[in-house]
């Protein structure tokens, strides 16, 4: 009964190639994440996503694509893989705020570790 | 979203509290204290949040100062599993994205 899953969990590759991460949340929640944590162990915003609205973080190469077939999937697709894309990336979600209700956690998967040859 | 100063390691033994501090200067009016922690290899775990009141859970307590400014976060009987880096966050309500610091590295002694 997992909240935020996602796969694969481990994934390593060659410079060059394309990949998709997927990420499925059964919380009911509409809005989802991405997040990339580098070897420095930094954490950083890359998409927030809701069924209105994609707020993409202006460092993000436009290599990196989100893609939600439906509300409760955010995939990550990323083309032309290089060296620097190594990293953990977390996927999230969260409820979107509502009046009374302003303020939501966002739950966590336990990330896809990627790792460029 | 305003930042905040954390210290970057702390020890604690089992059994006791450990307090973890959190300077929020900047802190906004409409801005809410959130505290998330991650265990090794684990995506980061959602522990309290709090606007102005303290707040408590079954996971720990948060303390707001009166003036916002700064909070602590307490975990009353540390376990060796609460060793993880723990971050406090502040921002608004919304959908964009939270922005992690460096977070406090906690680590719990036997």
């Known amino acids: 009964d997992t909240a935020v899953s996602q796969t694969p969990k481990y994934l390593v590759t060659q410079m060059g190639n394309d990949k998709s991460f997927k990420c499925e949340q059964n919380l009911g929640h509409d809005t989802m994440y991405w997040y990339k944590q580098d070897s420095k162990k930094f954490l950083k915003i890359m998409f927030s996503?809701?069924?209105?609205?994609?707020?993409i973080n202006e460092t993000v190469p436009n290599r990196f694509s989100p893609k939600s077939p439906d509300k409760a999937h955010l995939n990550l697709h990323i083309n032309s893989l290089e060296l620097g894309d190594s990293a953990v990336y977390f996927c999230?979600?969260?409820?979107?705020?509502?009046?009374?209700?302003?303020?939501?956690?966002?739950?966590f998967g336990d990330g896809t570790r990627l790792s460029i040859l | 979203d305003a930042k905040t100063t954390q210290p970057t390691s702390m020890d604690c033994a089992e059994g006791r509290a450990a307090n973890l501090p959190c300077n929020h200067s900047?802190?906004?009016?409409?801005?809410?204290v959130y505290w998330y922690r991650q265990i090794h290899s684990q995506g980061p775990q959602y522990i309290i949040h709090?606007?102005?009141n303290n707040e408590t859970n079954e996971m720990a307590s948060l303390i707001i100062t009166e003036d916002r400014k700064s909070s602590t976060l307490i975990l009353p009987h540390a376990t060796l599993r609460d060793t993880a880096v723990y971050y406090c966050i502040v921002r608004a309500s919304g959908a964009d994205g939270l922005t992690f610091g460096k977070g406090t590295h906690l680590i719990i002694q036997p």
């Open positions: 996503y809701n069924n209105k609205e994609l707020i």
């Open positions: 709090g606007l102005k």
């Open positions: 999230a979600s969260s409820q979107a705020p509502t009046r009374g209700r302003s303020s939501q956690p966002q739950h």
């Open positions: 900047t802190i906004s009016g409409n801005e809410y």
